[in-house]
């Protein structure tokens, strides 16, 4: 499946783009993915056991991933991964 | 005041301009500021002053850093400062007072010996921030620093996502110092609040959504747009408006601390500002007393703090908010497993009181002490009557109970639990049949 990244602008730099596309069944392929293309995002995508990083929030679609399967969760062609700080509100 | 600061201006000596190049944008950059830098809470990493509340090294919350060093007021200087949360502001995130928002925070103390027999403990008092200018809320503090930060980092334009009381303050503090500001809130948000948030002028957007989906976007606007919103790229200086509440309420009570102290909780940030501003009060050797016990209230239809203090885990499940005390709508806390932290080492604990105790909780707040508070004050009393009930809060305590906003910005919540006024001609004899029938 072919989705898209939206990344913060702290990660935007990273990855060269604030914009980017990846592949994989699930989220956790298409994160991989996209920290193998850029490597710098490693460690940035998600925590030490490579679960998704304690700053961050992975929205699928508009939908808090935590609400479905998180990383586990599967992709569809075409599905926008908003990436956010969780350091944010309140 | 400013003989206790330093008056050199310019870009902080900490940093080389090399330094600054590792921060993201800085819109009018951090050239002539008096703020303080920023430091990774998670990695120590220490930031030039810039609109950004992430760390770029492992995106850790950034905080204004101090100078373990700096010249310190006596509590005698501070009593000759002007009734203001300026007059801490060693403790704030600035070298030199501020210029904008001058008239916001000491909020009134007040003794409350009727609603503390209803709690059944030795004294309460209501800390009423109900009463904070010029918003009527205490993110009135908030705003405070966070507009602060935002002229001095050059930015024209401020917003925020909110639940109300922070679109009120953002609002009121922007119209009155020639900001634009935006605000996005979620779309069922109460009349009052919206009112009160238009009414200055500000660019209101109403998002079909959650409060938490109105917080993502407003970190995408952040990006985007480059804007100061408040609570999202000026967090760091904006938390730090919260824990004058502390500072207030030990200065009021004569330096020293109460047993405990009871607050509102929807992102987590007061009650982790309270333990903060407990401390340096401490820290500063203003009072030896030890450090009050922290208390949080949330309603039971969005309590995720709550729950994960309960569960013993401290882990944040997210939630989709159901409840009137919308200002506390809040199902993805951004400081909820710091607000755990700070109840659990301070001895305290949490409640979560359903929507028919929170109007409760106004009304006994409003027949004991005469003051009157919107749904999150009411969750406040309603959690202590509970925490009191379950034997957290004792008869030998002296108790604060943080009333956060004023009554009008929700006037729905009550509305339909009071009683209709009748209605009558103007005529004496119509004034004594009620007074029979009553």
Redesign the interface.
Known sequence: MQVTFHLPKVLASLAGSAQVQARGATLQEAVEELTVRFPRLAGRLTGPTGEPHEYLLFYLNDEDIRFLEGFDTPLRDGDEITVVSAVAGG | MSSHVSHRRGVHPLFHSSDAACV??QPGGPANTSLRPLTCS?CGTLHPPAP???C?E????LEPSYPPDRPLPSTTALSRRPASLWRYLEWLPFEEEPQLSRNTGFTPLIEAPILAAALGVRRAWIKNDALCFPSLSFKDRVVATAINAARQLGLDTVGC?STGNLANAVAAHAAREGLSAWIFVPHDLEGGKLVATAVFGAKMVRVR?T???V??L???VA?HFGWGIV??NL?AYYAEGSKTMAWEIAEQLGWRFPDAVVAPM????LVTRLAKGFREVKEAGFTGDPLPRLYGAQAAGCAPIVEALHRGDGRI??T?PRTLAKSLA?G????GAQAVRALRESGGWAAAVDDLALVGGIQLLARTTGIFTETAGGVTVAAALALARQGHLKLTDEVVLCITGHGLKTVEAVRSGLEEAPLIAPRLQEVEALITTT
Not at chain 2, 58 to 61: A, E, H, I, M, S
Not at chain 2, 266 to 269: F, P, V
């Open positions: 993201g944008p998670a950004t509340a992430v770029p492992c995106l850790g919350p996502a959504g409060y938490d989906d917080n993502r407003c970190s995408q990006d609570n999202v967090r929807a992102g987590g940030s499940r997210p989709i809040i993805s806390p951004a400081d």
